[in-house]
């Protein structure tokens, strides 16, 4: 693929999203240092970002008759919310979402690929934050904390905004899952700290410290996960009320361990310290987590501005097991808002309201359950990577004498075993055409290709543009897949996410605080957007791999 075209592809998007429609606002906009009403000072004392794992759009509004004034309805009334934001690369996955909300760049230049991805030179999966060179920090576990953002290439805006004052601001990262806490932080943050469902501990890596600091051993000791999940999880309120929600017992919904069934209440004490995460109680402990963490580091006390970068994991945890129409799920969002509106209170007291930006959004969607779907008449279904791949390398070394001519999968994406093919003499555009033929006779496959062909491909946009701003020289497969509209790698209970339908792209933004002046736009934006924006906003250089725009209708 010509570099020229590359950057063709990777520019498209984010320049489509800056034309279409203007943006709708209660009130006049006006520059955060000359904003009416209450004085606001040149640039906020704290930064605090959320991302709410798997956290579809419409979840804003779904349950919005039952949110209370101070969460999500504090959020659109008070905040100015980009109602039409979307993900403009694929795979829509965690480790990416992240990724790009932080540096505003793509994986086709940030470098994170995927929660994971095969690598042909270690011939072996590499996860996204993994490095071998640290070590773990408040856990026995062997590997639960070699941890770092080295795989990720480019600067992060905690990274720039530490740049922009001699190191003096304070960044810190908190999330259940590594990833969600390590990326969003970047490479110079003061701390990153994740859960380590093994021992029930928050943890971190000598990457950023030799020792946990004392605040976090004294509260791992206060076994946390068990206190939340001492009784089991019932409804927040009646259960018949859930009117929202399928049925309570579906077969298509997943099972806890040892579990008689998928109904409620969920005792989940027997096993506390890994299934919290599974549950909304995990999204409690993060919140109360990122508070003893914002006093710690004193954060937004100082003179230069702080960042707080949160993530909510187990939205996504739920979300998999239960999928997007389950009671589950509801009851999760409907605790979330009270958990914000107490986390709004609280950064009101201790920072002063107006005196730190807020922004929500996700790392990505999801798609309905294909079990859902079948029991409503809709187009989906599941489709079994592992079992296509495994019958695609018996068939090709039946038809070409290649063994295990697949030699990794992972983000819709195949590696093929490039010096097996050359040993067998065979040519490997013949082998390619005939995986690509023997994928394409699944009604679960809507489309195949070499990934070095992109450009040359029929492809309709947005998905041309958001498979190239995917596809990274360097570390992307062979072979790209994309699944039809519905379908899932899956089997028969639970949903997943990574494509680029809307299901799975379209996700929440609203800023709230500090110069913000309350309204919404139906303007197409970019979750690369979101990074350039509060460079704009705080002055500073945007990060080095960015290619999103700045959302203009809250600058100016």
Known sequence: MKFSHFLTGIFLFSTTLSNGQQATSQKPFNHPAVSKGTPTASRPKLIVGVVVDQ??????????????????????????????TLINYTPTITACGHTCV??????AIHGVIGNSWYSPELGRTVYCAEDTTVNVVGSNSA??????????????????????NNFASKVVGVAIKDRGAILPAGHTANAAYWY???SGNWIS??????ELPAWVQAYNND?????????????LYPIASYTL???????????????????FPHDLSAMANGSIAASPFGNTMTLEFAKKALEAYEMGKGSATDLLAISLSSTDYVGHQFGPNSIETEDTYLRLDQDLA?????????????????FITADHGVAHVPGFMEENKLPGGTWNEQAAIRALNEQVATQFGVKSVIKGSDNYQLWLNHEGIAEAGKNEADIRQFIIAQLMKSPAIAKVFPIDNLMGTTLPEPMRTMLSNGFNTKRSGDIQLVLAPGYIDGGKTGTTHGLWYPYDAHIPLVWMGWGIQPGKTNRTVGMTDIAPTLAALLHIQMPSGNVGQVIQEITH
């Open 223 to 235: 076994k946390m996960p068990q206190q939340y999940l001492s009784k089991p999880w019932t409804t």
């Open 245 to 263: 929600s399928t049925a309570d017992e579906k077969p298509y919904e997943g099972k806890y361990r040892n579990a008689a069934n998928t109904s």
């Open 102 to 107: 932080y540096t505003g760049s793509v994986p």
């Open 205 to 210: 890596s000598t990457y950023y410290m030799n």
């Open 196 to 198: 380590d469902g093994g």
């Open 143 to 164: 590997t639960a904390g070699k941890m770092s953002p080295r795989n990720m290439l480019v600067t992060t805006i905690g990274d720039e905004l530490k740049l922009s």
């Open 342 to 358: 107490a986390f709004f209170n609280y950064l009101d007291a201790r920072i002063g309201k107006g005196q730190y930006l807020f």
């Open 55 to 84: 956290m579809r759009w419409d979840y804003l509004y779904r349950y919005a008759n039952r949110y209370s004034a101070g969460g999500f309805k504090r959020l659109v009334q008070e905040g100015f919310s980009c109602e039409n």
